[in-house]
């Protein structure tokens, strides 16, 4: 038996019990005869108090500052899950990222994995320790400065320990039963997914799903490791995350993997941009340079009697004041006529490799679209993904209808949520 890295978010560990819970199934996992690494997320909502109480002392945290504060929440579950192994008879130690040897770039709260040095980790191992790591922090290469991989790292913590310990698989356990063909919390019919490709699985994940962070499957990707997303709760099997369908689970490729909706975006359109060369580009350089990221870019058909065209685009709502900001200093230049700014919209998007070779999918999309009454606003589409915005107030219904229309739904109300807000 090999070596297996198990990570567990914040609701798994959000008290003592769920402590002593997630201990037992570690211990069980040991005593199967598994080499075990544990990545573990701060209890509860601890980041997000640790987050709020920076706020109140001041008002622009820094980066430095801010890192160290909120690694301690992480700091706190290690050491209680060490505590609660060996009181069941094992021997455990826990690390900071930094004494793992999860080495960043500098970029405080967001930081990028570099290298991952786990020589302290091998060596708790091989002396019979179950090793705890605090997710989510590492250390800076130049300064030693303590840094966080932005919110949700734990994940990508455990993917590279796993890739840098040669790990067989690594187990993501969260409050649901795996990745599911729709949000649970949304769609009570959703199925839990037996395996999904990283394609597809990289494209839930930037189209909104959360129960995977797109930074940490591109990670497994890249170093193929297998993960297996499962529920802390249920012990049940989840859902494996791969390049191929695992050992005996010869599972078809799904046309449609499932649904995916994202309300943290907004929408800005400029409006009466002269129909010239050079124009889309002035406007894309200034968003580039406040450095914020975009997402969906339309422009219209420009009117033959004007000559000028509107150009859409759809970013985090978070960015949306510099973008405006940005784009208000180029106006000038440019010569458009004016800015809106709309964030009450939803995406929509349906996700599978199979839309490729499936004729009709686009239009049973937009027909289910139809007979919901949801309005479409942009529509935008990759080889294996199809995407809509809509009004915000839309979007559960739009989700469901799309969910039906594709015969996704379970004939049971299997998806069950078993704690914690959706992270
Ligand atoms: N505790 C951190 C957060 O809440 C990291 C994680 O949970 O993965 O974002
Ligand atoms: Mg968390």
Known sequence: MGLVVQKYGGSSVADAEGIKRVAKRIVDA????????????????????????????SPIPAGREFDMLLTAGERIS??????????????AQSFTGSQAGVITDSVHNKARI????PGRIRTALDEGNIAIVAGFQGVSQDKKDITTLGRGGSDTTAVALAAALDAEVCEIYTDVDGVFTADP???????KIDWISFGDMLELASS????????CVEYARRYNIPIHVRSSFSGLQGTWVSNEPQGDRKVEQAIISGVAHDTSEAKVTVVGVPDKPGEAAAIFRAVADAEINLDM?????SAASTGLTDISFTLPKSEGRKAIDALEKTKERVGFDSLRYDDQIAKISLVGAGMKTNPGVTATFFEALTDAGVNIELISTSEIRISVVTRAEDVNEAVRAVHTA???????DEAVVYGGTGR
């Open 30 to 57: 040991k005593k199967n005869g598994h080499q075990v690494v544990v990545v573990v997320s701060a209890m509860g909502d601890t980041t997000d108090e640790l987050i709020d109480l920076a706020g109140q002392v």
């Open 78 to 91: 290690m050491a209680l899950l060490a505590m609660a192994i060996k009181n069941l008879g094992h021997e």
């Open 114 to 117: 570099i290298d991952v040095t």
């Open 185 to 191: 919390r949304v769609v009570k019919k959703a199925r």
């Open 208 to 215: 909104g799903s959360k129960v995977l962070l797109h930074r």
């Open 297 to 301: 870019i339309v422009q219209n058909v």
């Open 406 to 412: 594709f015969g996704l739904d379970s004939d049971s």
